[in-house]
């Protein structure tokens, strides 16, 4: 219990005056506090008078403490912080606050004039949400007694996607501290001292060649004009802003979208988010306008005629498509899967397919391959990790394995650094880059062809060392005895010999993996270059199990939406909620749901399709992106229809394409890699004619005279996921019920199968449309990290 | 760079806060603070480049630029400064070309400013490579310049 301005109130243990005094809706003026940072008392403007407590204490750094007799707010509080804003005013561009014709400017000077240097908020892109002239305005700043100095610094923009100009840093420290604590990169710091202090770089180097990430980060920490997004800073205050989900990697952001003459302009992190806590990346940052945005999108239906594509009116089209699709043999036709298809469009899509086109040859171009799916079936019971975003941040120990974290799910680095913080031991097994030798305590670089002998190494040790979870073992897990005499033939010397460490290195990461507590292991798309993907998920799962922590397997999966698009039934062999095709029961559920007789026999898997289509058994081909080998051939399909948002490679052969709207223009829900189902808003009217694909589905289904799809919304469509998926049941991570007992795998060294496949595709792509393509700043930065394509391998 | 940085870091490894005698002692040994020698101390102690580069300028006794071949010192010590240090470090900074903390692009000379040499008899003062040139007026500055060119 303690006294604020004369109120009684309880409090945390651990908890700043600052926080006591928010949590009772006491405003204290502030500019170095930023959520998630730790306190800095930078700025001296939060002073305050504690009974008994000498001079003036600054609220964010005193901890609260019993008997306290606090005071946030009298005359001399309010004049001292007006001295100290005036000094810190004294070397910023002010001219717009002391103005005392400040009122009638702002009726003529809606926007904000665009000039080179900012000399007041009128010129100002910050000025619509700026914190230092809201507490200027708080505190009723009317003059400056000091004389005023313009630092006079140079405007950095020779970096990608935001500008800086320091002339309007108030030195606040809220950017680097959150490249440092929150983002573990350390791209920035305070250089130099006294006068001459100013945030930079080592020797004054470009961002780009510091190693920035471009996340953002800053730009939205900073309080002032000081940082801002290149792209949108010239916009003013948005005509409306929209809470959807970031549909461009599996980690689930949720984002503000600002919306301004019917076009998404920007979008900022949300602080509420679940899965990112106010973080995001460079691409749910800075990238989704000039994506969504670009001239060239498909603004209307194309149909063949004549050769050549043509545009015609919907009906036309679902007419023409409705007809053709029907001529065909169920097995004849087949459908491929967006990994960034919403779940009402992936579920209808498959609707569709079973019910209009009774075949099951329905699979998806993703990282969620079928054997990835079955051996995620064998650990968690579900195709699906077992993990979560929180579980990551609470590990102890943690391994990245197969994927380039940093660049593929940029906002997983926050949970990760956040566990290293609390002294958690992260290793990379992977490639190495200079800069993750600062965000993983160990980084093992190895090829994919090492993954087996490695882990099977790792096992070993942590079975003969012992030191693991016993009474886990023993109480929930079979078969430790025949896992322990599969390891009896690995032999650690040849282990290290082969993946090029050295043995004390594999002794290090199962010591820390026994020794640590609760695990999490974030597994991504490179296993599947393995000979057998199916077996390296078994042994990451082995190494949970012997830590005691089933509910640590994390897939970095490379599409936005792999998971709920697996859930949803758009594979060859389960139905939606991994109901096997071939199990009656469930079949009959479905029949009676859909009202259709289905097919029982699991249809063609993606590289059957593909192969299928290239040899002519394949006649009509579906398709819902352009994540398709460059290498296939298409030319003796019948009759090919796809979705798309821009043009693609694959409309030279395209007898249908239909215009899709992008994320940011439908509604519907996406399953991130936690199973977090999570809302899409549109932000924007779809571009042109284009529709969201559920919608496009419909259409067709209606052309064909079939029941069952006449939707009106995605809501709707929804209702009906949650009705007949006993997975889902609205928003939030569905669950999983992790099984009482588990199994450990024995280790056993699998030839590749014959059926895989290996191909290419961009790194950072939307439906297989690369970013790079078209966020020019986005190809530079992906210049600078090295980011090859991503050659992925599909197996059957 | 990383194996000299990496010798040089050894006997401090796992101490806490000893980035400053590690930067002291690359000094020491390489003259300068370069790029190479912070990337390579970023690597071994897993921090920021920017970090470590923004500790040592909080310092001023770290140089970043090879030091050249002369090293010349202009003192602004409280007596230099009143008798004209500021004017003379003019010159100089007019006849090499560059700026305190920098070295001329042939690496002949480095030019430092410092506080006070323990001399102020003698103001003002430039000391060339530890030889202190007393009583300096503007005009001498090219004078004493040139002889060591
Ligand atoms: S940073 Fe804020 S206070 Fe400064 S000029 Fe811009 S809007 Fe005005
Ligand atoms: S964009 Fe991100 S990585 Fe770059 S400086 Fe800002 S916070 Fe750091
Ligand atoms: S750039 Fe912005 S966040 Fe960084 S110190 Fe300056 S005012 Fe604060
Ligand atoms: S981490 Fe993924 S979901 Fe989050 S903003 Fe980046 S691309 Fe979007
Ligand atoms: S908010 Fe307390 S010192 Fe800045
Ligand atoms: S002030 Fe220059 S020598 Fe003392």
Redesign the pocket.
Known sequence: MLTIDGKEVDFKEGATVLEVATDNGIYIPTLCTHSGLLPFGACRLCLIKIENMRGFPPACTTPAAEEMKIITNDPELNSLRKNVLELILSEHPHSCIICDKKELCSYYHISPTKSGHVTGCAFCPNKDRCELKQVAEYLGIKEIRFPFTYKNLPLEREDPFFDRDYNLCILCGRCVRVCQEIRGIGAISFTKRGHDTKIGTAFGKSHLDGGCQFCGACVDACPTGALSARGSKWHGVPDKETTTTCALCSVGCSLKLETKWDRVMAAHPDTEGPANQGQACVRGRFSIPALVNGANRLKYPLIRRNGRLVPATWDEAAELAAVKLGKYLPGETAFLTSPFLTNEAAYLLQKFARVCLVTNNIDTASFFSVPVIESQMKCSGMGAGTGTIENIAKSGWIIVIGDDLLASHPVLTVNVNQARKQGATVSLIGSERDINSRMFDTCVSVEPSGYFPLLSGILKTIVEKGGFDKNFVTGKCDDFDKLKSSLKKIDIKTVAGTCGISQSLIKKLATTIVSSGRGSILYGPKILECDDPAQIISLLFNILLLAGSPAGLVPLSDGANSQGVADMGALPNFLPGYQHVTDKDSLTVFENAWSAKLPEKPGLSYPEILNGAAEGSIKALYVTGGEIPQETSLERLDFLVAHGIYPSPLFETADIVFPAAAFTEEDGTITSLERRVQPLQAGAKPVGMSMPDWKIICKIAEKMNVKGFEFSSASEVFDEICKVNPLISGHGIWDLKLKDKFTLTPVKKTARSKKSMLYEKPFWHYRGVDLTEKVSDLKILRKKMNIEHRTSNIEC | MKNTIKNIIKPYQDEKGSLIPILQAVQEKTGFISEDAVSAIALELKMSEHEIYGVATFYTQFRYTKPGDHMVKV???????VRG?EQLLDRTETILNIKPGQTTPDSAFSLER???????A????IVVDNKIYPNVTVPKVEKIISKKE
Request: hydrophobic share 40%; glycine share 16%.
């Open positions: 003192c602004l010590g409280t007596a230099c400064h240090g410092v506080a006070c040499m323990g001399c102020c003698l103001a003002p003062v």
